[in-house]
């Protein structure tokens, strides 16, 4: 079946460095979307990528999608310690089921 | 304007009793999905209906558990016999048609 890999599993930065997670399919995606998760809560819709090589910023968040429409990036520039949370990505493929990799927990050092 | 809402937020329960879940999707919304997170974990998609159908329940296990979103009233995510296994917390989205999801609070189910 589908298979939705996200690196790396955690990532800890000093407030002010840049963080970034790839996810990667092993299918043809019709769409990927971002969540964040903070501590305790529920996944938040952040973004939605639809277009191959798409790439679209939310103030200090740029998310990619690649050509292949098989991998996709965040990457948040100069980390805030509201930064912190697991950061999801989940890929659409032809049917409507949505697929979420594992997660990246990002922890800021303030 | 209220969003998912999913109760209750926590519940415990002995080995072998019943849980049942209760999510009422956004307004407008149609489209209900079920999800189980185990801590330190990812979502995993358990089952999608929509009004009165079930459209895909491939991630459900096939014993003990079971989903209904009925014409009238919140959808249902019913656990029988519950076992520490099935302790996790479940998360049920709304959208409209094939659309970003938006998440409830989740339930936290501690099975003793």
């Known amino acids: 079946g589908q298979q939705v890999m996200q690196i790396p599993q955690y990532q800890h930065v000093q407030e002010g460095e840049d963080f970034t997670t790839y996810c990667n399919s092993s299918?043809?995606?019709?769409?990927i979307q971002w969540y964040k998760q903070r501590p305790g809560g529920h996944p938040v819709f952040l973004i939605q990528l639809v277009k191959s090589g798409e790439v679209k910023k939310q103030k200090r968040l740029t998310f990619q999608f690649g050509e292949a429409k098989k991998n996709s990036s965040l990457h948040i520039t100069a980390t805030q310690t509201t930064d912190v949370g697991t950061y999801f990505c989940a890929g659409m493929d032809s049917s409507y089921k949505l697929i979420f990799g594992s997660g990246t927990r990002l922890l800021v050092r303030p | 304007n209220a969003g998912v809402m999913q109760n209750p937020r926590h519940l415990v329960r002995r080995r072998g009793q019943e849980a049942r879940l209760r999510c009422s999707p956004m307004?407008?919304?149609?489209?209900v999905y079920w999800y189980r997170q185990l801590p330190e974990e990812g979502l995993k998609f358990m089952v999608y209906l929509q009004k009165e159908n079930i459209i895909d329940e491939s991630g459900m296990p096939k014993e003990r558990f079971s989903a209904e979103f009925p014409k009238e009233g919140p959808s249902i995510l019913r656990i029988q016999q519950v076992v520490r296994g099935d302790s996790a917390a479940y998360f049920c989205?709304?959208?409209?048609?094939?659309?970003?999801?938006?998440f409830g609070p989740g339930t936290r189910l501690t099975v003793l």
């Open positions: 307004k407008g919304h149609s489209h």
């Open positions: 299918t043809t995606l019709s769409n």
């Open positions: 989205a709304s959208s409209t048609a094939v659309n970003e999801q938006f």
